[in-house]
């Protein structure tokens, strides 16, 4: 009998470690050439994530929509907002459709694909809960996400969403405080549908959290105190921290989901079908060049983890990917790097209070740059006719 070949694509293997491999990018020539069938068949590829700037750079910067766009303008009284929305939620069912037999394949666990509400409302509850509605019923697709910001306002919303079944995935979620605050609305969210006799077993939600983004501020601060000491035992301590506080917070993030999910209190919801909220790791490209670029990839794997991976990393990954059960490994000296973070005086929830805000204003301006481009094209089709 001859042996079958074993896969060793980096990505297909991490399936074996309990992570799922979900693609943070979409187009809609993604999806018309084939090539999103293409990367679940080839690559375990197991879900699809969107924001605002994906979009802004897929709608502006290729022909995808033009059409869709000019034969769009023949309805009258589409604002630059509904005409956006149109062409999304044509992506997100059509990647969907895709991601479905992913999504029954494994028991509604993977095979998503997520919209995120506007991010003008990121402080606005009901708004949220109110767009999260119309989205979801317009997609019309139970594989579907729809993603709403971990901001104060933004967790009662997470909360009712879930316990009207709705699907979400929690973003911009940077500190292990928020996250547990995230992780207590999803659970409070699932007792409410529970007690309505509602089906736990079909919702399902991810926590994502942003990794790069965290290296790339405390980074910053670091090399700023890096250049006013002058205490060599100081500096030292400092260099020490480069690189490694966003592996060490998500590492404690995920100790703190595993202890969530085997107490007595979520049994209860477990016998009734209920999945665990899942982590997942999101902006794991490497922007700092002097780090291996799959870093926040190599450095996250995990049971029960997610790793959303824009299109360069990805293919990276591919080529050159090391899988291994690291986000296990050395939790200990993730605890000393944080404490350590402290005692040189810079202070996490600072920090993380700082990048939600400047997340929020990232994806409002794409979100802005995009509905003038729609209105511009739109336009441009009206003054060609």
């Known amino acids: 009998m001859v042996a079958s070949r074993v896969n060793t694509n980096p990505l297909v293997m991490l399936k074996e470690f309990g992570q799922s491999v979900w693609l943070d990018y979409i187009r809609r020539s993604l999806i018309t050439s084939g090539e999103l069938e ?29 059409e869709a766009l000019k034969n769009m303008d023949m309805r009258k009284g589409l604002d630059a907002k509904a005409r956006y929305e149109r062409l999304a939620i044509k992506d997100i ?23 995120e509400v506007s991010p003008h409302l990121a ?8 767009e999260a509605h119309r989205l979801w019923k317009a997609v019309g697709r139970s594989n579907v996400m729809m993603k709403v910001p971990a901001t104060s306002e933004g967790i009662p919303a997470i ?46 939600s991810v926590a994502s959290f942003f990794i790069s983004r965290i290296d790339t501020a405390i980074d910053a601060l670091i090399s700023t105190r890096l250049q006013a000491s002058t205490d060599q035992g100081e ?48 902006s794991t ?4 060049p002097n780090y291996r670029d799959v870093l926040y990839v190599e450095e996250l794997i995990g049971p029960d983890t997610v790793n959303t991976i824009p299109p360069a990393t990805f293919d990276a990954f591919r080529d050159h990917g090391r899988p291994r059960a690291s986000l296990l490994e050395n939790v200990e000296d993730a ?26 204003r990232l994806f409002n301006e794409p979100f802005d740059k995009l509905l003038a481009a729609v209105d511009r094209q739109a336009r441009s089709s009206r003054l060609s006719r």
């Open 38 to 66: 293409r990367l679940v068949k080839d690559d375990e590829l197991r879900g699809v994530t969107s924001n605002p700037a994906i979009f802004e750079k897929a709608i502006t910067g290729s022909s995808d929509y033009s």
């Open 93 to 115: 069912q059509d990647a969907a459709d895709v991601m479905r037999a992913v999504y029954e394949r494994t028991k509604r666990r993977d095979g998503y694909v997520s919209l």
């Open 123 to 130: 402080r606005d509850t009901d708004g949220t809960v109110e």
């Open 159 to 204: 909360q009712q969403l879930i316990s009207e079944g709705i699907n979400v995935n929690v973003t911009l979620l940077f500190s292990q405080g928020a996250y547990e605050r995230v992780a207590d609305a999803y659970v409070s969210g699932l007792q409410k549908l529970a007690a309505r006799d509602g089906d736990v077993n079909k919702v399902a």
């Open 235 to 282: 500096q030292a301590l400092l260099r020490s921290l480069m690189g490694k506080v966003a592996i060490a917070n998500a590492k404690l993030a995920y100790q703190r989901y595993q202890e969530i999910y085997s107490n007595p209190s979520w049994e209860a919801l477990a016998k009734k079908g209920a999945m665990t909220q899942r982590v997942l790791w999101a």
């Open 285 to 288: 490209s490497t922007k700092n």
């Open 335 to 360: 605890h000393d790097t944080m404490d350590t973070l402290e005692r040189v005086g810079i202070f996490m929830k600072e920090a993380t209070d700082t990048l939600l805000e400047e997340a929020l």
